[in-house]
């Protein structure tokens, strides 16, 4: 036999010896093989839904822009909650989620109390309007039920100059009336309420119970039809069996708009009240408390500055989440513009003549309010 045949039928020996089979006789490496593919197929769909989940969300942004690009006029949300409950964080967090860069809109004042800070998230240049984000502090501490709702009804109402809050708790009621019933501002007036709840802590249910009242005992029909959006803070710093056993038992007392309409039950008769307990809640007018994650910044020791902006990284899934609360303030509160800016027409539109129609941007409203993107 010659030197190089021996040498192939050696090398082919060796190979042999070398590779594993199963019972079946079936080489280990290609069984090894088969069962790297689906690991390697679920990297690229991975990925995909990633980039999905990216589209969707610059898609929501710009729908977003498109239709604030039209806002001729103030849309003011009023920010509230309890103390330490994240109001700052849900503002810096929402312009984060809009912008896709950390700017410190709220900022972190510790030891203040009783103030309205305005901060502003979008500034149209071209027709002025702007959308003003109101982030509240102290209001919780209010001792006297009365003077309470007195001061956040014409907070509501647009009546109160932010600026003046210290000054109006030291007024008596009357005084208050005397000074500010006469007074109207529709560039102050709140579209929107957004109320915050820290999910570590028990609901705030006087600091709700006091805002329902001054909406329904409001004069003008906007404020007592205000629209809420009830967001919840840091559920991911409790276990999930926590966090599961609150929402079955204990949810519905961190919504104010479920507080709002047990309220407007107890003015009903005691044959509509009925009718009305008879419905489970899952029927009932009302939606409910969103989950966000807020995004964090360092601050500085001293001053209560950020530390360094650029090490806040976006998120798509927190982004979604803050977009989707956008997309509910933009569609909740659509302006039809008009000749006068100062007039500001909600979405209690005719059946002869829908909001939709009448809007300047109704192919982007119409998108927002089905999601479709």
């Not at 989940?53 to 806002?71: F, G």
């Not at 909600?346 to 982007?364: G, M, Q, T, V």
């Amino acid at each position: 036999m010659a030197p190089q045949q021996s040498e192939n039928i050696s090398g082919q020996v060796a190979q042999a010896h070398a590779e594993e089979f199963d019972i079946n006789h079936n080489l280990v490496q290609s069984v090894q093989k088969q069962a790297l593919k689906p690991q390697q197929q679920q990297q690229p769909r991975q990925r995909r839904t990633t980039q999905k989940a990216t589209d969707v969300n610059e898609r929501t942004r710009t729908v977003i822009r498109n239709c604030l690009n039209h806002l001729n006029t103030n849309l003011n949300v009023l920010v509230i909650g309890g103390s330490n409950a994240g109001k700052s964080s849900v503002i810096n967090s929402m312009n984060m989620a809009l912008d896709q860069k950390w700017r410190d809109c709220a900022k972190y004042y510790p030891g203040r109390n009783h103030v309205i800070d305005e901060c502003v998230m979008f500034h149209n240049r071209g027709s002025g309007g702007k959308v003003v984000f109101w982030d509240t502090r102290g209001f919780e501490g209010i001792h006297e039920d009365e003077h309470a709702i007195l001061i956040l009804r014409y907070v509501l109402e647009g009546r109160i100059p932010p600026k003046c809050i210290p000054c109006v708790l030291l007024m008596s009621k009357e005084i208050i009336k005397k000074r500010y019933h006469r007074v109207a501002d529709p560039h102050r007036r709140i579209d929107m309420v957004l109320y915050v709840s820290d999910f570590t802590q028990e609901p705030e249910t006087r600091l709700m119970g006091l805002l329902a009242q001054a909406m329904n005992m409001s004069k003008i029909i906007c404020v007592n039809n205000v629209p809420i959006i009830s967001v919840v803070t840091k559920s991911d710093n409790l276990p999930e069996e926590e966090v599961a056993a609150k929402k079955k038992t204990s949810f519905d007392h961190y919504n104010l708009e479920y507080t709002r309409l047990e309220m407007e039950l107890q003015s009903l008769s005691k044959r509509q009240q009925k009718i009305f307990d008879r419905s489970p809640k899952e029927d009932w007018p009302i939606c409910k408390p969103k989950f966000v994650n807020n995004y964090r910044c360092e601050l500085e020791p001293w001053n209560d500055e950020p530390l360094d902006p650029s090490a806040v990284h976006t998120c798509q899934d927190r982004d979604a989440t803050f977009l989707a609360i956008w997309r509910e303030i933009v569609s909740r509160t659509a302006a039809c513009g008009g000749s006068n800016p100062r007039k500001r027409a909600f979405s209690s539109a005719s059946a002869s003549r829908p909001l939709s129609r009448c809007l300047p941007f109704r192919i982007d409203y119409m998108r927002l309010r089905s999601a479709s993107f």
